[in-house]
């Protein structure tokens, strides 16, 4: 008989119904582990794996995604997704990036939302917000963007985890979702910003902190030294992002991930 394999595709919690009788669980997480052995999966046939993500959100990004979508190198470049289906209110959170950032650019996802993407395009400056449709090339403007911020759907929150770009959380569109702001937070690349106030707050008080916080994320630094001795050393800095790969002498670097401890 065929084996049946089932995929959680959440970062925590669990239902009763997801103890499906396969023969092999597959969970994203420790808390999505533990969820799934709560709602009665047999704990032997539920396996940790690595979040799944699509290729080209761990893949090197493009490094010209500013220039591809016409976006200003200066100022801060924020995307806010609100889901396939356009389901929140963005405007108050956007009015608070425009009075807290005075420079740079808010990319709206407004996903199938046309009368969304449409309200936002008249009520704000274009040159200050891009009211954007329903996009396939997520991973372009996540690399193009300092920071990711909107509805904590489970997609979202590993593509912005595999990139690297710092997560503001500020909508929680399910239940299950609950768990996938908890997942950004507790590992240290998010926030939650329930209220645009708060949301303000961040991006105000951390304006001064983006490009350490952002490097810290994203781009690991590697002081590489092949010595021979003291007298006889090689020292080269590379700058890397997940995936990358350099060359030192006769050596090759491989930057696979970052975990925060």
Known sequence: PARLFSIYTELGGGYAVLACGADRYFAMSAAAEQGLVAAGAPAPRVQRVRPIVRPGFTLSPPVNARAALKLPEKGLVVLFNTGGEGISRPHPFISAYLANVPEGVLLLAAGRNERLRQEVADRFPPHRVRALGF??????????????????????????????????????????????????????YG????????????????????????????ILMLAVGAIGSSFYSVQRDFAMRPGDTASLGDYTFRYLDLTHT
Request: aromatic residues 8%; glycine residues 12%; contains cysteine.
């Open 135 to 188: 996009r396939r090339d997520i991973d372009t403007l996540m690399a193009a963007s300092d920071l990711v911020a909107g509805k904590c759907g489970t997609a979202y929150v590993l593509e912005a985890q595999a990139t690297g770009v710092p997560f503001i959380g500020t909508l929680v569109g399910a239940p299950t979702e609950r768990p996938n702001i908890a997942h950004a937070v507790n590992h240290g």
């Open 191 to 218: 926030w939650y910003a329930p209220t645009p106030q708060i949301f303000g707050r961040l991006l105000a008080g951390n304006r001064p902190r983006y490009g350490g916080y952002i490097v810290h994320l994203s």
